[in-house]
């Protein structure tokens, strides 16, 4: 995880001398500082069974793309181009979504509806120039509740085209794992928690770890990502032992500041949400940092950060602002407003549609119509899109929460900010992921600037695989 000023420096030189150099591979957690895949430009994941110790005892049947350990951190480079050749040796269906990045929707990896998904021993190519830079994830979108579950998510970085000046970075992994003490697998779902606020792990972890230690340099300033990459657990983090700032959400630098998060008003990290902080590592070396979460239960540490080596006294105030992103601002005066109401199910009952994976239920809805399943998604099939949005039009979302449970909403595709909330002050930064709590009402704006159809869903997956899903048309 740490990397030096100088080992910084050999990194940025090998990068200009293979000219099309833009894939870094960082496995986390085992202490590779950084290791340079072979072919820059492309970079090969192997959807596999893993084996990891994560409770007592060794764990065998966890999906990742290592035989050992969490799906690795991709690094890419804002702006150059990336292909992932991507080979399922699973004996089920799979396809990978880039959560949270703008990419050609054909690249978007949702089955049926930008892609078939692809089969034990088959290979799907991904091809994308990241645009934005900041912190994103990677994911299955076929069989979720079994291979997101079983472990297959991996952080997705992308950096600023200029150094932004920390002196190392931490990147945490957050996301449970619902097994016993001794290693085996509890359901990984429940027909109960579905219908509710989802089923929760029982092992809570960073990196596949719990409470793993990250060194940062003594005095330095640390990036910290943390995703939550979990199918069901809200997050509640903050940090002890240092000082820091909020300098992104869900991958955007911020556009209106965030508090620096504490144990009496934590951040909330819901599924599929981001956050990057700015620390600044204690001077006495040896002191840690403690980055907690607020669970239910209590607060609990996920990770620590122990400063190491000479103090290298830097100041939180050397950091000069992240650039921000291009994205488009809605004309919010002439923006069209589309009502979007998230539920229960009126109709109830089971689900029928087999394809990537039912969980036999309908309990959620949005516009009071449960989504029939993956391979529905097509007129014919009786699903079309929620909605319709020319290209260039600037859309107000107003995303009404009907029911007692919290919801991250979350659109592919597109990028958008919250406007307001009914129940809270709440920053209008860029994302792809709004926690919508419970009876709670939020606008959000966008324009629709790129084509094709945009999977829009609750991030629980229990919620979004018992109806709470669908999706939004961009067209010219
Ligand atoms: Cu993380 Cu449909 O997405
Ligand atoms: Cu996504
Ligand atoms: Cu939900």
Redesign the pocket.
């Known amino acids: 995880m740490t990397k030096s000023g100088s080992d910084r420096r050999i990194s940025r030189r090998t990068a200009l001398g293979m000219l099309s150099s833009s894939v870094v591979l960082t496995l986390i957690g085992v202490g590779v500082k950084a290791a340079w895949a072979q072919k820059p430009a492309q970079l090969d994941l192997v959807i596999q069974h893993s084996a990891h110790k994560i409770t007592e005892a060794v764990t065998t049947d966890l999906i990742s793309t290592r035989p050992d350990g969490p799906p690795p951190v991709i690094r890419l480079k804002q702006g150059v181009p990336f292909v992932a050749r991507v080979t399922n040796t699973l004996p089920d269906y799979t396809t990978i979504?880039w959560?949270g990045i703008r990419l050609a929707n054909a690249m978007d990896g949702v089955p049926y509806l930008t892609q078939f998904p692809f089969g034990p021993g088959e290979s799907y190519e991904y091809r994308f120039t990241p645009m934005d830079a900041g912190t994103y994830w990677y994911?299955p979108?076929c069989l979720t509740m079994n291979q997101m579950a079983k472990g297959l998510t991996g952080v997705l970085v992308v950096e600023e085209e200029t150094d932004p000046g920390f002196n190392s970075e931490v990147v945490l992994n957050l996301r449970d794992f619902r097994l016993r003490p001794n290693g085996e697998w509890l359901d990984l779902w429940t027909a109960r928690g579905a219908a509710r606020s989802g089923t929760f792990g029982t092992a809570v972890t960073a990196n596949w770890e719990t409470d793993p230690v990250y060194d940062g340099q003594t005095g330095g300033l640390v990036r910290l990502r943390m995703a939550a990459t979990d199918t069901t657990r809200i997050y509640k983090p903050y940090v002890v032992g240092a000082d820091g700032v909020v300098i992104a959400t869900d991958g955007h630098p911020l556009r209106e500041t965030v508090d620096w998060p504490s144990e009496v008003a934590p951040y909330l990290l819901s599924p599929?949400q981001r956050i990057d902080m700015a620390i600044r590592m204690p001077e006495t070396e040896g002191a840690f940092v403690d980055i907690m979460s607020d669970l239910p239960g209590g607060s609990r540490r996920l990770a620590r950060v122990r400063a190491v080596g000479a103090n290298a006294a830097r100041s939180l105030s050397e950091l000069s602002q992240l650039p921000q992103n291009d994205i488009p601002n809605p004309d919010l005066r002439n923006a069209r407003v589309e009502e979007f109401v998230f539920g229960w199910t009126p109709e109830g009952g089971a689900q029928q549609n087999g394809f990537c994976g039912t969980l036999g239920y309908s309990f959620w809805s949005i516009n009071r119509k449960p989504w029939p399943g993956d391979a529905a998604a097509s007129e014919t099939r009786g699903a079309g899109p929620l909605a319709v949005f020319r290209l260039g039009e600037s859309i107000i979302l107003r995303l009404r929460n009907e029911s007692p449970n919290d919801h991250p909403i979350?659109l592919?595709g597109l990028v958008f900010r919250p406007l307001k909330s009914n129940k809270r002050t709440i920053a209008s930064n860029w994302t792809d992921t709004v926690l919508l709590q419970r009876d709670e009402t939020i606008e959000v704006g966008l324009v629709a600037d790129n084509l094709g159809d945009w999977?829009f869903?609750c991030?629980v997956i229990e919620h979004q695989k018992t109806g709470l899903a669908g999706f939004i048309r961009v067209e010219a």
Do not use: E, Y
Request: charged share 0%; aromatic share 0%.
């Open positions: 979504h959560h994911h979108h599929g979350h592919h999977a869903h991030h």
